[in-house]
Each structure stands twice: as structure tokens, then as C-alpha cells.
């Protein structure tokens, strides 16, 4: 059964500063990997899609990578905003299922 | 391009109460979804329609649950009888129904927000 973790729960950060979510798959049998965005009292708006066959993706500010092998995914985040502050969350697609999130990582970026 | 609608927006039922949302997927999207987001945790899907049949309804629970997709467009998810644990966001999502550069992508309504009391 596919689970999917996600490091830190939270996050707090001074504005301007780099940083990384981590995301974590029992199961390396993917279709891909998505990072979603959360903001309060809204849905999901999808940030990037990562195929199994492919290493990274960027947009913008952001750069997700994916080590299908290990199971693990990172979200980069360069010069970070207080724009930035929503729950970040992770989810794989794997044959037969319907993506499979993660508890999400909730980041504030302080001005 | 209109997106994914959802009402109500909110809702405040006490237990035992029944309670119905309403979703109205992106027009021509042949896959919808419903998803339940516990407070703190990931949505969890509870049912997957392909057009207006069923194709994974295997965490919805089928005593107090249940959800239709009549003509292949809008959906209705009901809970009867609501449980204080029911207390959640309520998640439609839609999709084309076919992979389109190796996904097939979903996107998300604003959720309706339930609390049971």
C-alpha cells in the first residue's frame, strides 16, 4: 500500500530565504509525482507535475526534483515571500489508484 | 475557462443530520472525484466517477455515504446519518479522463467546509 510522508509538518522562514520540502513514497512504482499548493479555505492549485521518467521540473521559483529509486521528492524554493505562506502537499499517482497525498508541509514566510 | 464549482461553501449540521453537497466538474471533464480532507491531514479520495459510472469507491463508507453522477456532469456526495467525525473539508475534483502528456491532470473546486456538531 503506497504511503506518502512529507518533512517538515511545518515551516517558518525570515522572507528572502532558500528553502526545501521534503516528500517521501513507500512504492517507486509511480506514474508522477505533483506538488499541490493549499491555501486557507481554498483548494489545491497544482504547482508542478514530475513523470516518473523525468529528474526535475522547474516554474519559476520553484524546482522539484524526484529520485524515483529512493522514493523521495524535493520542493526548492528560492527567495522565499510572504506570498509563499499556504500548506504545500505532495501526492503520487500509482497504477490503478487515484493520487495518494501526503500530510503537507505548512510554511510561513515572515516580512 | 470556468473551474471546478462547489456549494454550499460551508455547512453546520448536528449529528445525525443529513447534509448534501453539490459539485459542477469543468465542462467536458469525463472524471470527477470527490475527496475528504481531514483537519491536518491529506484529502483521501472517497469516490471516483468515470462519466456517470463508479470506478473506485473502495474508502467511501457505504452505510452513511453514498454520491451519484447522474448524466455525466454534476454530482451530488450525501452523508446520512452525519457523525461528529465527518467534520471535514470536502474536496470535488475533475479531469479529462485520459492521460495528456503522461497525466491526466486534476483540478480542484474550493471545497465545502462541514462541521457536525
Known amino acids: 500500500k503506497q504511503e506518502v510522508t512529507q518533512i517538515p509538518a511545518a515551516l517558518s522562514v525570515p522572507e528572502g530565504e532558500n528553502l526545501v520540502l521534503n516528500c517521501s513514497f513507500t512504492?517507486?512504482?509511480?506514474?508522477?509525482l505533483q506538488w499541490f499548493r493549499q491555501d486557507p479555505g481554498k483548494g489545491l492549485t497544482s504547482l508542478l507535475l514530475i513523470q516518473s521518467s523525468q529528474r526535475e521540473q522547474t516554474s519559476g521559483r520553484l524546482n522539484a526534483s524526484l529520485d524515483k529509486s529512493s522514493g523521495r521528492s524535493t520542493l526548492y524554493i528560492a527567495a522565499s515571500q510572504p506570498g509563499d505562506s499556504a500548506t504545500y502537499l505532495c501526492?503520487?499517482?500509482?497504477?490503478?489508484?487515484?493520487?495518494?497525498f501526503g500530510k503537507g508541509t505548512t510554511l510561513s514566510v515572515s516580512s | 475557462e470556468a473551474g471546478v464549482a462547489q456549494s454550499p461553501r460551508y455547512k453546520i449540521i448536528e449529528k445525525r443530520q443529513s447534509v448534501a453537497f453539490w459539485c459542477n466538474p469543468i465542462?467536458?471533464?469525463?472524471?470527477l472525484y470527490w475527496y475528504q480532507q481531514i483537519l491536518g491531514q491529506g484529502p483521501k479520495l472517497l469516490i471516483q466517477?468515470?462519466?456517470?459510472?463508479?470506478?473506485?469507491d473502495s474508502q467511501l463508507p457505504k452505510d452513511r455515504f453514498s454520491a451519484e453522477r447522474l448524466k455525466g456532469v454534476d454530482s451530488t456526495l450525501k452523508i446520512q446519518p452525519a457523525k461528529l467525525e465527518d467534520s471535514a473539508v470536502y474536496l470535488c475534483?475533475?479531469?479529462?479522463?485520459?492521460?495528456?502528456?503522461?497525466?491526466?491532470?486534476?483540478?480542484f473546486g474550493p471545497g465545502t467546509r462541514l462541521t457536525v456538531l
Open positions: 501526492a503520487v499517482e500509482t497504477a490503478g489508484t487515484a493520487l495518494i
Open positions: 475534483a475533475s479531469s479529462l479522463g485520459f492521460r495528456l502528456a503522461g497525466a491526466d491532470t486534476q483540478y
Open positions: 466517477f468515470q462519466n456517470n459510472g463508479v470506478v473506485d
Open positions: 512504492d517507486s512504482a509511480i506514474y508522477n
Open positions: 465542462s467536458g471533464h469525463a472524471t
